[in-house]
């Protein structure tokens, strides 16, 4: 069972990459899937969620109208399309996933049953 998460990269202040979440192990579009970020020295940060069933989404206050979470249930894959980045935003992002069949959760830790490693946004001009 493993999560691996794909399309961090070096991006100029208010430029756009997508982030990628993918499983082997297991069927991703079964999970509710949260994506976290950590920076160095901080604690780590619930961004956004989207769970089963009817998709209900979520996202953090400091993401909110930039960041859009989506799955694309054809190729199995969750996606994190992250628009007009900012410096704040440099971090190592990571997806995480609960259930199977998980219809409500929150941003929290210990509600997730699998993580990924992780893919490194860096925001700089």
């Known amino acids: 069972v493993q999560l691996v998460e794909s399309g961090g990269d070096l991006v100029q202040p208010g430029g756009s990459l997508r982030l990628s979440c993918v499983a082997s192990g297991f069927t991703l579009g079964y999970y509710a899937i949260g994506w976290f970020r950590q920076a160095p020295g901080k604690k780590r940060e619930g961004v956004s969620y989207?769970?089963?069933?009817?998709?209900?989404?979520y996202y953090a206050d400091s993401v909110k109208g930039r960041f859009t979470i989506s799955r694309d249930k054809y190729n199995d894959r969750v996606y994190l399309p992250m628009d007009n980045l900012e410096p704040e935003d440099k971090t190592v992002y990571c997806c995480?996933?609960?259930?199977?069949?998980?219809?409500?959760?929150?941003?929290?830790?210990?509600?997730?049953?699998?993580w990924g490693a992780g893919t490194q946004v860096t925001v700089s001009s």
């Open positions: 989207i769970v089963t069933d009817d998709e209900t989404t």
């Open positions: 995480a996933a609960a259930g199977p069949h998980c219809e409500s959760i929150t941003l929290q830790e210990d509600a997730f049953d699998y």
